[in-house]
């Protein structure tokens, strides 16, 4: 297993992830930029996604990835989240249909209940990847679809860089990061029997680099990675 500490840069104080979440709250809309997932969704092929009726959320933090599948023409969006703050912000944008408090490898949802399943910008937070595609292919319907979309591990480790914010009094501070490689994700994915559909990986681009000018050194390097999985069943 690779660990983040072999790579960090930036050694900022570091939280978990529920504190994390919740002291970033109030300005993550205004930090996260749409380019790191919800660019790469709107790039694969294989999600038809005004074809699905009822997806389930996981992680759905603010309701940014609800909101973006609800404008696609997905009928309705159930999420989940860990954080109640995240979650009141998700409640006021009304992207939802239900909102539940929960760990992401335990919903409570009803089993083969979703044409899709899909988590955003989570998969760094979590110490394992099997529990999220287990719980994952528990969800979804025959033949529904798993989309996971996050950071690419090689730029967690290129740049050294967790995940993080800036607190109330200014201070930068990490929240708990892992670095999961492409094998483990499709190890883990197959090992729950889902069928790899696609794959696709994002690179520090243009649009990057006019976001964010700093980045120019990490230019054409991998930033972002997405999984489209089907359940076979």
Excluded at 100 to 123: C, F, K, Q, R
Aim: charged share 20%.
């Amino acid at each position: 297993m690779v660990e983040f500490a072999d790579f960090d840069t930036r050694h900022y104080p570091m939280v978990d992830v529920r504190t994390g979440y919740a002291g970033w709250a109030e300005t993550y809309e205004r930090t996260v930029q749409d380019a790191m997932d919800l660019g790469v969704l709107a790039r694969l092929a294989v999600p038809r996604w005004d074809g699905f009726g009822r997806a389930a959320d996981l992680g759905c933090g603010t309701g940014r990835t609800g909101a973006w599948l609800r404008a696609q023409g997905v009928a309705a969006v159930v999420g989940v989240d860990l954080t109640p703050e995240m979650l009141e912000l998700a409640r006021a944008r009304g992207a939802h249909e239900h909102l539940v408090e929960a760990d992401l490898a335990a919903t409570g949802l009803p089993s083969d209940g979703y044409d899709l399943v899909i988590s955003s910008l989570v998969d760094e937070h979590l110490a394992e990847l099997g529990p999220l595609y287990r719980e994952a292919r528990r969800l979804a319907r025959p033949g529904g679809l798993c989309v996971l979309v996050g950071l690419h591990p090689y730029f967690i480790m290129a740049a050294g860089m967790p995940t993080h914010f800036d607190a109330p009094d200014g201070a930068p501070t990490a929240i708990t990061t892992h670095v999961h490689l492409v094998s483990e994700h499709l190890s883990a994915g197959l090992a729950a029997g889902w069928q790899l559909a696609e794959m696709r990986e994002a690179v520090v681009d243009e649009e990057w680099i006019a976001l964010k000018p700093t980045w120019e050194r990490y230019r054409s390097h991998p930033v972002s990675a997405a999984y489209v999985w089907r359940n076979p069943a």
